[in-house]
C-alpha cells in the first residue's frame, strides 16, 4: 500500500500549545503532552457551541475552523479513537442510577456530533466523515482522504482528536501513555510531497507515548525526513520529498 499527499496547511491544540511558534517549539523536544497545561480559549468557535462540546471535541472544531477561515476546503474527515466517552461515561452512570439524562450528553453523545458542529459553526454544508479504528484511526482517516481524493475533492482536511479519557477506563487501555485533549488539524491535497509505505507490524516495542496524528506532526515540525508511525498489525513508513 502507498499513500500520497501534499500538505498544504495545518492547525493543531494541545494544552500549552495553540501557536505555530508554540509547536515548532515543541518538535524540538521529547514528543510528550503537558496535561497539567490549559487549552487555549477558542478564537473560533462561537461560545454558546464552546459550551456545548467536550475538550477533544472543541479543539476539534476549533482547529477545523481556524483552517476554514484561511483556505478553501473540499471534505472533512474527523477521526477519533475514543469520541464522546467521557460523556457517554456519565450517561451510562445517570442510567445506572436511574437519574435523568442530560439534554446535552444525549444529544451530543454520538461519534459525528464533532464533525457536525463543525460544519453547522461554520455555515458550510461540506461533505464529511467520521471514524474510529482504534489506535491506528489518523491512518485509518487518511485512507478515507485518499478515497475522497479519487472522487474528485481536491483539498481535503483531516481533524483528528480526541478528549480526556475518564479514569475508569484507564486500567481497560495500558498503551494509552498521554492523556490530554488535542486536536491535529491538515489540510491534504493530491501529489508526492509526503508519501506513505506500509510493513507488517512484528515488534514487540510498546506503542509510541503519542497518538498517530501528534506523532506525525512532531516529526514533520521536527523536519524529519523519514519517519515511522506504529500501528497495531502495521507500521506506517513516511518519507517526506526533498526540495
Known amino acids: 500500500m502507498k499513500l500520497a499527499y501534499t500538505l498544504i ?20 523536544q521529547p514528543a510528550a503532552l503537558d496535561n497539567t497545561q490549559p487549552l487555549a480559549k477558542p478564537q ?29 476546503v473540499d471534505a472533512v474527515v474527523f477521526t477519533s479513537r475514543h469520541g464522546e466517552l467521557e460523556r457517554n461515561l456519565r450517561i451510562l452512570i445517570a442510567l445506572a442510577e436511574e437519574q435523568t439524562l442530560s439534554p446535552t450528553d444525549f444529544a451530543m453523545s454520538v461519534h459525528n456530533s464533532a464533525v457536525g458542529s463543525l460544519t453547522i459553526a461554520a ?18 482517516g487518511l485512507l478515507e482522504v485518499s ?3 479519487q472522487a474528485g475533492y481536491q483539498q481535503v482536511m483531516l481533524v483528528d482528536f480526541d478528549g480526556l479519557l475518564p479514569d475508569h477506563y484507564l486500567p481497560w487501555l495500558p498503551e494509552v501513555i498521554t492523556n490530554a485533549p488535542y486536536a491535529v488539524a491538515l489540510l491534504l491535497g493530491t501529489g508526492e510531497q509526503l508519501t506513505c509505505t506500509t510493513t507488517r507490524n512484528t515488534d514487540t516495542e510498546p506503542y509510541p507515548a503519542l497518538p498517530q496524528s501528534l ?26 520529498a526533498h526540495g
Open 147 to 149: 478515497a475522497l481524493h
Open 9 to 28: 496547511d495545518w492547525q493543531a491544540l494541545a494544552p500549552g500549545l495553540a501557536e505555530r511558534d508554540a509547536w515548532h517549539d515543541w518538535a524540538q
Open 44 to 72: 473560533h468557535l462561537p461560545m454558546m457551541t464552546a459550551r456545548r462540546l467536550s475538550g477533544g471535541s472543541r479543539a476539534a472544531v476549533e482547529s477545523g475552523l481556524a483552517l476554514l477561515a484561511r483556505q478553501r
Open 123 to 140: 455555515k458550510q454544508p461540506l461533505v464529511s466523515t467520521s471514524l474510529s479504528a482504534g489506535i491506528d484511526s489518523f491512518q485509518q
Open 215 to 240: 506523532s506525525f506532526l512532531h516529526a514533520l515540525l521536527a523536519q524529519t525526513p523519514t519517519f515511522r508511525i506504529t500501528g497495531e498489525r502495521l507500521n506506517w513508513l513516511w518519507e517526506k
